[in-house]
């Protein structure tokens, strides 16, 4: 036995060893895959493939494009194989997409992971050989890590992108104010990112203040980078953004707009589900709405509606209000109340997973609160903080 090497000691205690895939990826075979593995993340998280439609936030159109155009590049369904356990790739390409005309290389381009621009034939060029810059630049911004806590985050992510849909937030190109606070979003290469946190001051190594950052990214993973890595990739990125905060204008004014209902009512509903969740915590689950009509026709039917938990309904609280926009009124809700939705996943009546999104787990008196600070005006400067179970500024 002394002269049985590993593999021989391996093959006679009968332990099979898996062969492992040491081929180097090239860096359009990496592009490739890290690209379906933003969709596969989308999957995961609402149980399809993402779809086309004007009605869709921008994120989910993005990557019901890269979908299509992933179909059309036969090196994908190979490279990708073993990752698409959920046949993503064995769609027809949506008709939405003119894609029928090109090429692989052009497909690429399309999608962000475009080849190398020199001449393929040319031997004096290094491929797939970072310069000292990009490695440079690949270090300032640090490992990504799976985020352990995304759950928290993710509601965050799903109003910035209703507000950015809605026009409540805007992009501006990052530079004019190169600023990085806590609560701030940006959009870095192609991914939205929200600092979460910021450490001590520390001084860089040419005697400037700098900070370690804890950045949380759409794709649930975060990295700790520190705050002028991120400005200087922002700076570098032709598509890095900053998101405005809330502009939510006026609630009440004389200027009449598309959305604007002369009288209208907030109700506040409890459910009466026999969810056990719904159950257990039946007294601070609350769905707000807005309405320019009668309450009761609204919420008619709701045992039939995923909206409402496919459950009857309690109205537990309405106020009227004159001269509102709908839209910003409901913004405003999901701003304040973000950090407080419910997450639970119900069937609806055909057995599909539905995750409605318009309940919190709130108070009634913190809703009575927050309706007292839309009419003085000074909702603007809180948020619901779940820990407190307060409106904080």
């Given amino acids: 036995m002394a002269d049985m090497n590993d593999d021989d000691l391996l093959d006679a205690l009968g332990v099979e060893v898996p062969s492992l895939k040491t081929a180097n990826r090239t860096p359009r075979e990496e592009r490739i895959i890290a690209g379906f593995e933003d969709i596969l993340r989308f999957y995961q998280t609402h149980g399809r493939a993402p779809l086309h439609g004007e009605g869709r936030d921008i994120f989910e159109r993005l990557y019901a494009v890269r979908l299509d155009q992933l179909r059309k590049i036969p090196e994908a369904q190979t490279l990708l194989a073993e990752l698409d356990s959920p046949c993503l790739l064995s769609g027809t390409v949506a008709a939405s997409v003119d894609v029928g005309d090109l090429d692989e290389d052009a497909l690429l381009a399309e999608l962000g992971v475009g080849g190398e621009s020199v001449d393929q034939d040319d031997i004096t060029v290094l491929r797939h050989v970072r310069s000292s810059t990009e490695k440079r630049a690949a270090e300032e911004i640090a490992d990504r890590t799976p985020c352990a806590d995304y759950d928290k985050f ?14 409540v937030r805007k992009t501006l190109r990052f530079g004019r104010d190169a600023s990085i606070e806590v609560g701030n979003y940006f959009i870095v290469g192609g991914q939205l990112a929200y600092v979460a946190e910021i450490g001590e001051t520390i001084k860089a190594p040419n005697g400037e203040s700098d900070a370690r950052l804890r950045v949380i990214y759409a794709n649930g993973t975060e990295s700790n ?31 009449p707009e598309p959305d604007d209902i002369e009288v209208g009512t907030i109700y506040v509903l409890r459910s009466l589900s026999s969810h056990p969740f719904v159950t257990e915590h039946r007294e601070l689950i609350h769905k707000i709405g807005v309405t320019g009509g009668k309450v009761e026709t609204r919420i008619a039917g709701a045992e039939k509606d995923a909206t409402y938990l496919l459950a009857d309904v309690e109205v537990v ?67 619901y903080d779940p820990q407190t179970a307060r409106l904080v500024s």
């Fill in 154 to 167: 993710q509601p965050l992510f799903e109003l910035a992108e209703r507000d950015l849909k809605s026009a």
């Fill in 225 to 255: 980078l520190l705050r002028r890595s991120l400005q200087r990739a922002l700076y570098k990125d032709d598509t890095g953004r900053r998101l405005t905060d809330p502009d939510t204008g006026p609630l009440f004014g004389d200027a």
């Fill in 317 to 383: 609280a309405t106020y009227k209000l004159h001269n509102l926009n709908r839209t910003r009124l409901e913004n405003i809700f999901h701003r304040v109340f973000g950090a407080a939705q419910l997450d639970l996943t119900i069937e609806d009546r055909f057995g599909h997973p539905v995750k409605p999104r318009e309940w919190f787990l709130i108070p009634l008196h913190v809703i009575d609160e927050a309706v007292e600070r839309i009419r003085d005006g000074s909702i603007t400067d809180v948020a």
